[in-house]
């Protein structure tokens, strides 16, 4: 170790810049590259009209409350309904994936590579246009929020299986072997020892799972809803055809990320929580 | 083989292991194991590094299958296919080297998860069992800790804690000193004494030569999935017959020979 360090430490003087002037220099021609873009976009953009098409404050303001109190709620309807429906079915496949009776890992196999390989607009569209012609007279229960929890909680089961299963092996084997040596059958010992500690280890990526769906749910914009039932993206669209303005979608993306980044955030934290913990 | 006469009535056995054999794929693991635990019994199991120790342990309360051969644990056999193998394991505590308590449950929690799951007591009926074995491995005070928040040798002794509030009629340890730091292990292996001295029957693999030596009414020496010698804690330990116990020992015990702490 301290022979390594030496002979590079005498190879350095020799060098017309040392290692930390140059860390400098390169530093400085990034941030001057940086400086120059900002100014030259600045220069070239045309204010008036960004601002005629992006940030009408009486456009906005007209917006409120509805977009709270109708387009957040259904989003946060959707993506919660989604998010709970995709847990249960989710988990219901991760034991299957892992059952010793081969017909159904294949069963849980199967279901999982075909959701996870299409498009979720292609899944929206089956549930909300598919269902009612394969079906003639038969409903979704529960109309347009019955639609969008199938339809997400269908795309959501498909990657939560797999984190969920990952969950469940990332428990130690002890684990297991010390509650079966207490006599506790397989079927105890998976409920209350290792499902317990696999979900704590999936909390982060369940998190950013949530994330996904909250942006899933704009799908519903393909699907015919009522008034009452539009969410953000919708909403947004809706709106910003009525008024020739972009200002509607800047609002409801903002609405997005009100959500989307605290949770991001969280997620992170509550990774770097179960590094601690694990370390 | 151990030819060599049995101590005691094999009938009246807590442990009766008989031709056992046990395989991972093409590697035999076990190659024929003859050997029994008389009630109130500390059977010392001794021998290097993958002669089979851990499995035969294993073997008996079946977290391994066995190949061949058959298991009785207080006369009923275990490898029987239709022997009901959690009644038979309540039966039998095991304490593991790498602890293995529960993380996401408090102490008290740890140990009343399978008295509750298990053998139907009701949370308070449990949580007294509970108390009783903590305040036996000294721990009454820590029964709201995590297991985080514990010592290695306070984990291991809620382990043995956890083991004993099923009422076991007999115990299995794998190596429990084994992943302690040196300064903790004498408070696991007093616990250990105590029991021992109580008249628990015990199955103890071990590199603790003087806890054997000690509290051992039997030390069995296993080397290559064989028992190669076995008998009291003088003969095996102080005057080993078998050249491979001699050579065993000579490294175990001359701590020229051991790596040492550094290392
Ligand atoms: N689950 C397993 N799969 C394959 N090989 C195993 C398994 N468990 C143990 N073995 C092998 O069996 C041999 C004996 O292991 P073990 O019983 O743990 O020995 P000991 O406890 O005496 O160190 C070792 O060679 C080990 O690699
Ligand atoms: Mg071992």
């Given at each position: 170790?301290?022979?390594?360090?030496?002979?590079?430490?005498?190879?350095?003087?020799?060098?017309?810049?040392?290692?930390?002037?140059?860390?400098?220099?390169?530093?400085?021609?990034?941030?001057?590259?940086?400086?120059?873009?900002?100014?030259?976009?600045?220069?070239?953009?045309?204010?008036?009209?960004?601002?005629?098409?992006?940030?009408?404050?009486?456009?906005?303001?007209e917006m409120f409350p509805e977009v709270l109190t109708v387009a957040l709620k259904?989003?946060?309807?959707?993506?919660?309904?989604?998010?709970?429906?995709?847990?249960?079915?989710?988990?219901?496949?991760?034991?299957?994936?892992?059952?010793?009776?081969?017909?159904?890992?294949?069963?849980?196999?199967?279901?999982?590579?075909?959701?996870?390989?299409?498009?979720?607009?292609?899944?929206?569209?089956?549930?909300?246009?598919?269902?009612?012609?394969?079906?003639?007279?038969?409903?979704?229960?529960?109309?347009?929020?019955?639609?969008?929890?199938?339809?997400?909680?269908?795309?959501?089961?498909?990657?939560?299986?797999?984190?969920?299963?990952?969950?469940?092996?990332?428990?130690?084997?002890?684990?297991?072997?010390?509650?079966?040596?207490?006599?506790?059958?397989?079927?105890?010992?998976?409920?209350?020892?290792?499902?317990?500690?696999?979900?704590?280890?999936?909390?982060?990526?369940?998190?950013?799972?949530?994330?996904?769906?909250?942006?899933?749910?704009?799908?519903?914009?393909?699907?015919?809803?009522?008034l009452g039932?539009r969410?953000?993206?919708?909403f947004?669209?809706?709106l910003?055809?009525?008024?020739?303005?972009?200002?509607?979608?800047?609002?409801?993306?903002?609405?997005?990320?009100?959500?989307?980044?605290?949770?991001?955030?969280?997620?992170?934290?509550?990774?770097?929580?179960?590094?601690?913990?694990?370390? | 083989?151990?030819?060599?006469?049995?101590?005691?009535?094999?009938?009246?056995?807590?442990?009766?292991?008989?031709?056992?054999?046990?395989?991972?794929?093409?590697?035999?693991?076990?190659?024929?194991?003859?050997?029994?635990?008389?009630?109130?019994?500390?059977?010392?199991?001794?021998?290097?590094?993958?002669?089979?120790?851990?499995?035969?342990?294993?073997?008996?309360?079946?977290?391994?299958?066995?190949?061949?051969?058959?298991?009785?644990?207080?006369?009923?056999?275990?490898?029987?296919?239709?022997?009901?193998?959690?009644?038979?394991?309540?039966?039998?505590?095991?304490?593991?080297?790498?602890?293995?308590?529960?993380?996401?449950?408090?102490?008290?929690?740890?140990?009343?998860?399978?008295?509750?799951?298990?053998?139907?007591?009701?949370?308070?009926?449990?949580?007294?069992?509970?108390?009783?074995?903590?305040?036996?491995?000294?721990?009454?005070?820590?029964?709201?800790?995590?297991?985080?928040?514990?010592?290695?040798?306070?984990?291991?002794?809620?382990?043995?804690?956890?083991?004993?509030?099923?009422?076991?009629?007999?115990?299995?340890?794998?190596?429990?000193?084994?992943?302690?730091?040196?300064?903790?292990?004498?408070?696991?292996?007093?616990?250990?004494?105590?029991?021992?001295?109580?008249?628990?029957?015990?199955?103890?693999?071990?590199?603790?030569?003087?806890?054997?030596?000690?509290?051992?009414?039997?030390?069995?020496?296993?080397?290559?999935?064989?028992?190669?010698?076995?008998?009291?804690?003088?003969?095996?330990?102080?005057?080993?017959?078998?050249?491979?116990?001699?050579?065993?020992?000579?490294?175990?015990?001359?701590?020229?020979?051991?790596?040492?702490?550094?290392?």
């Amino acid at each position: 170790m301290s022979t390594v360090t030496s002979s590079t430490r005498t190879g350095a003087p020799r060098a017309r810049l040392t290692l930390r002037q140059k860390r400098r220099l390169s530093l400085a021609v990034q941030y001057a590259l940086f400086v120059a873009a900002v100014v030259a976009v600045a220069l070239v953009a045309d204010w008036q009209t960004l601002r005629q098409n992006f940030a009408r404050t009486e456009i906005a303001a007209e917006m409120f409350p509805e977009v709270l109190t109708v387009a957040l709620k259904n989003t946060v309807i959707y993506t919660l309904s989604g998010f709970t429906g995709g847990l249960v079915l989710g988990v219901l496949l991760a034991l299957m994936r892992l059952s010793s009776v081969p017909p159904y890992r294949w069963l849980a196999m199967a279901y999982i590579e075909v959701f996870r390989g299409l498009p979720a607009l292609l899944i929206f569209l089956f549930v909300g246009v598919g269902v009612p012609l394969a079906f003639p007279g038969s409903t979704i229960p529960g109309g347009t929020v019955g639609q969008v929890a199938l339809a997400l909680t269908l795309v959501a089961a498909a990657y939560m299986a797999e984190t969920v299963r990952a969950g469940i092996q990332a428990v130690p084997k002890g684990q297991t072997e010390a509650a079966r040596s207490l006599g506790m059958s397989s079927t105890w010992a998976l409920i209350s020892i290792v499902i317990p500690q696999a979900f704590r280890i999936i909390v982060p990526p369940l998190t950013n799972e949530l994330v996904l769906l909250f942006k899933d749910s704009s799908l519903v914009l393909f699907l015919g809803v009522q008034l009452g039932d539009r969410e953000l993206t919708k909403f947004g669209r809706d709106l910003a055809s009525t008024k020739a303005n972009i200002t509607p979608i800047l609002i409801a993306g903002l609405c997005y990320l009100a959500i989307t980044i605290p949770l991001s955030y969280l997620a992170r934290r509550l990774e770097a929580r179960n590094a601690k913990a694990t370390a | 083989m151990t030819a060599e006469a049995l101590p005691h009535d094999r009938a009246d056995a807590a442990i009766d292991v008989r031709d056992l054999h046990k395989s991972f794929g093409d590697h035999e693991v076990l190659r024929g194991i003859d050997f029994s635990v008389a009630r109130g019994e500390v059977v010392c199991v001794i021998g290097p590094s993958g002669s089979g120790k851990s499995t035969l342990l294993r073997c008996i309360n079946l977290l391994e299958q066995p190949t061949s051969g058959r298991v009785l644990v207080g006369g009923v056999e275990v490898t029987d296919p239709d022997v009901d193998i959690d009644a038979v394991r309540r039966r039998i505590g095991m304490v593991f080297q790498s602890f293995n308590l529960f993380p996401h449950l408090t102490v008290l929690e740890n140990l009343t998860i399978a008295q509750r799951r298990v053998l139907r007591r009701s949370k308070a009926e449990a949580a007294e069992v509970a108390r009783v074995n903590l305040e036996k491995v000294g721990l009454s005070e820590r029964e709201d800790a995590y297991p985080a928040q514990l010592s290695g040798g306070q984990q291991q002794r809620v382990a043995i804690a956890r083991s004993l509030s099923m009422g076991p009629d007999l115990m299995l340890f794998d190596e429990p000193t084994s992943a302690l730091d040196p300064e903790l292990v004498g408070e696991v292996l007093s616990v250990m004494r105590e029991l021992a001295a109580e008249g628990m029957t015990m199955m103890v693999v071990t590199h603790e030569m003087s806890f054997a030596r000690e509290v051992a009414s039997r030390v069995v020496f296993m080397d290559g999935g064989v028992v190669v010698e076995q008998g009291p804690p003088a003969q095996v330990i102080g005057s080993p017959q078998h050249e491979r116990t001699q050579s065993f020992l000579s490294r175990v015990l001359d701590p020229a020979a051991t790596p040492g702490p550094h290392s």
